[in-house]
């Protein structure tokens, strides 16, 4: 079992950028699969991001593709979702998710594959 915990999420501007962390506890976070899906207010939960154990491979969402990034750092066992270029509709709670997957290179995009969930990091992108 891996805990999540996000971070870095607030306010931004329409065109700005914001960096969100997961950071994790537990000794298998080095063979999950981690996930960042989002949901805005009156929206159902939407994939993200997914970025596999070593961080070899790594799938976006074709809404954000261009203006995101994911990546990860396994000594700091955490991982990163850059957000650039920020639209008003990129507003809503951002959630970080394991799977533990070790050695594979799959990657997710449903949710109920993931096992672990953190809380979740507000971002509001103003117009």
């Known amino acids: 079992q891996v805990q999540v915990v996000e971070s870095g999420g607030g306010l931004a501007q329409t065109g700005g950028s914001l960096r969100l962390s997961c950071a994790a506890s537990?000794?298998?976070?080095?063979?999950?699969?981690i996930g960042w899906f989002r949901q805005a207010p009156g929206k159902d939960r939407e994939f993200v991001a997914a970025?596999?154990?070593?961080?070899?491979?790594?799938y976006l969402a074709d809404s954000v593709k261009g203006r995101y990034s994911i990546a990860r750092d396994n000594a700091k066992i955490t991982v990163y979702l850059q957000m650039n270029s920020l639209k008003p509709e990129d507003t809503a709670v951002y959630y970080c998710?394991?799977?533990?997957?070790?050695?594979?290179?799959?990657?997710?995009?449903?949710?109920?594959?993931?096992?672990?969930w953190g809380q979740g990091t507000q971002v509001t992108v103003s117009s």
């Open positions: 970025i596999d154990w070593n961080g070899g491979s790594t």
């Open positions: 998710a394991a799977r533990y997957s070790p050695g594979s290179s799959n990657l997710f995009v449903q949710e109920y594959l993931y096992n672990d």
């Open positions: 537990g000794r298998t976070f080095s063979s999950c699969v």
